[in-house]
């Protein structure tokens, strides 16, 4: 089957969900919508199961943290419908200090590890799954890494400064 | 067979209420057991010989890979894509290039894409043997494994013909290849070619119709194609349980839609059906790589990158000689290239199953996040879950038939 056109999947989407989805970009083919927390399992619903669009395959779950935004936390989901052969990108912008969002593993089981993965690097916390914990971090840990002011390596090291490089 | 149909559970031991009269015992299965093979920790609760729960703990090599990447340019980024499957690390290499490529809008000439995808499918071989070499020995069956063994060594003298490595390979450069491939390099190909696909009917001759093999291995942790669906398998996992889906095919890179290929697929998802989708994939690859072959020769000679001088690093006698190299060099080697801002997904066909690069860029030297989308690990997360009600043997084959690599596991 053809691939499913951007507009035609935009305009399903903001039939059924009016005023919540805004479109972010669409480079490379593949469309990037946003969406609200309150909405969003709705929306994974309705994308999953809507029969024109049949986005079965949960592809990946993760965040991106940007700290200079209000809104700094992005959690973003892959999605991909295999009998259309069309992905599509869905984000959802939190509040970076106290990130929540509802889990997906009520849609998918195998969001649970995707998750967890993301609770462990950035500290989102998602609402209703099973199991929350830290995966491949230690559990003693008491940061969450891959949030950007965590720095990579140990800022107090004076050898390595930018400075000695020009930069 | 059927009572050994794995039944779903949730991913945690059940401790206190299954057992009142303390009769379960609690068995660390790694994390360094020889039955593994990688850094792999399951606590199993079992009865007897059957695993009643299980949970998975995974992490042990975690090397922050993607916070390292955050720090580096890109072309320092190839390494590490390296040593996520160590099996195949051509194709994490090749995916890491285009998914760059597709950022900063790099053509790639025919030709680079053949040699590409023959380089592909040859670790995709390797891959495969080790998996179902190793399947065998789990078994019972150590021959086998010998016989193809040898095979992955000619794969990897090929590797070393083009880069000069052998596992880590770093091949390839963003806009193509370091160097072109040498006349030894095309010989091995074309003679690896010819002797490998009478060594795979011989090593399918020891397995396919064996009693043993196919008592240990018909049924076994059979999965349904809509569950695994559900947990997002991917590559001869997911095929083996009758989904044809393969990036090479859905969203072809590479130039993989000029090839005429078959996607094997099995039926019941058991181990045996996992087999049986890796073998054939293995023959569909040869057949892939005769095809490129055939395809070089009516490409012209001695192209093996694109022309993208701002992206790729000029040859060293050019360097030293003319200004615009020397400066394009300099530029390249300090990061300072200027990608544009934008987010870019790209997937390859991994060995294991959808190998997924998330790339975002703020237009600065380094990727502002990249994430990774591993198959391993995705695939891994129903191990623990699936096991319950399996006997432990079958949880080992199980495993070797997951083929979870550790690197890419943890990332």
């Known amino acids: 089957m053809a691939k499913l056109d951007h507009e035609a999947l935009l305009s399903s989407l903001r039939r059924q969900f009016d005023g919540q989805i805004n479109e972010l970009d669409r480079t490379f083919g593949l469309l990037t919508i946003e969406t609200s927390k309150d909405a969003i399992i709705e929306v994974l619903r309705y994308l999953k199961t809507a029969p024109e669009l049949q986005f079965i395959y949960l592809t990946d779950i993760t965040a991106v943290h940007y700290p200079m935004n209000e809104l700094s936390m992005a959690v973003v989901y892959h999605v991909h419908s295999l009998v259309n052969q069309t992905r599509i990108r869905v984000k959802v912008f939190l509040d970076g200090d106290k990130p929540q969002i509802p889990s997906a593993t009520i849609l998918w089981p195998g969001a649970n590890w995707m998750e967890r993965e993301t609770y462990d690097f950035f500290g989102v916390i998602f609402v209703g799954h099973p199991d929350l914990r830290r995966i491949l971090n230690v559990d003693e840990m008491d940061v969450f890494p891959m949030r950007k002011e965590y720095p990579l390596e140990d800022p107090n090291r004076v050898d390595k400064k930018d400075f000695f490089f020009g930069r | ?411």
């Open chain 2, 1 to 411: 067979m059927s009572e050994l149909k794995p039944k779903l559970t949730a991913n945690h031991l059940v401790f206190d209420d299954n057992d009142p009269q303390d009769e379960l015992v609690t068995l660390n299965l790694g994390p360094t057991h020889p039955a593994t093979h990688g850094v792999f920790q399951n606590v199993l609760q079992i009865d007897g010989e059957r695993i009643v729960s299980g949970v998975s703990t995974i992490g042990y090599i975690h090397r922050a890979f993607e916070k390292i990447a955050e720090h580096r340019p890109y072309y320092q980024i190839t390494p590490l894509t390296d040593r996520l499957n160590y099996c195949s690390s051509p194709i994490n290499n090749m995916g890491w290039h285009m998914t760059v490529e597709k950022l900063l809008g790099i053509e790639i000439p025919k030709r680079v894409q053949y040699m590409r995808v023959i380089v592909m499918e040859l670790a995709r071989i390797a891959d495969h043997i080790i998996c179902n070499g190793i399947l065998g020995v789990d078994t019972g069956a150590f021959s086998g494994f010998l016989y193809v063994m040898q095979e992955r060594e000619f794969i990897y003298e090929i590797f070393e013909e083009i880069c000069g490595a052998r596992l880590t390979t770093n091949i390839g450069r963003i806009g193509g290849f370091e160097r072109d491939f040498n006349e030894v390099a095309f010989e091995k190909i074309k003679a690896f070619v010819k002797r490998y696909p009478p060594i795979l009917t011989e090593f399918e001759e020891l397995f396919n119709r064996n009693r043993i093999f196919i008592d240990r291995t018909s049924g076994v942790a059979a999965v349904d194609s809509e569950t695994a669906l559900s947990y997002s398998w991917s590559g001869p996992l997911l095929r083996a349980t009758g989904i044809d889906y393969d990036v090479r095919v859905h969203e072809p890179y590479s130039s993989y839609e000029d090839f005429d290929f078959d996607i094997p697929v099995g039926e019941n998802g058991d181990v045996y059906d996992r087999y049986m989708v890796r073998n054939e994939e293995m023959r569909q690859s040869i057949r892939i790589i005769t095809q490129a072959l055939e395809k070089l020769e009516n490409e012209p000679k001695g192209v093996f990158h694109a022309d993208v001088p701002e992206f790729y690093l000029p040859p060293k006698e050019m360097v030293y000689n003319n200004m615009e190299a020397l400066i394009y060099h300099f530029k390249i080697v300090m990061g300072e290239i200027d990608p544009p801002k934008k987010e870019v997904y790209h997937a390859v066909e991994g060995a294991n199953g959808e190998l997924g690069f998330y790339l975002i860029s703020d237009g600065g030297r380094s990727p502002y996040r990249l994430h990774f989308r591993r198959p391993s690990f995705i695939n891994y997360q129903m191990y623990a879950p699936m096991s319950s009600g399996m006997l432990l043997s079958d949880a080992i084959i199980n495993m070797s038939s997951l083929n979870v690599i550790a690197g890419e596991l943890d990332a």
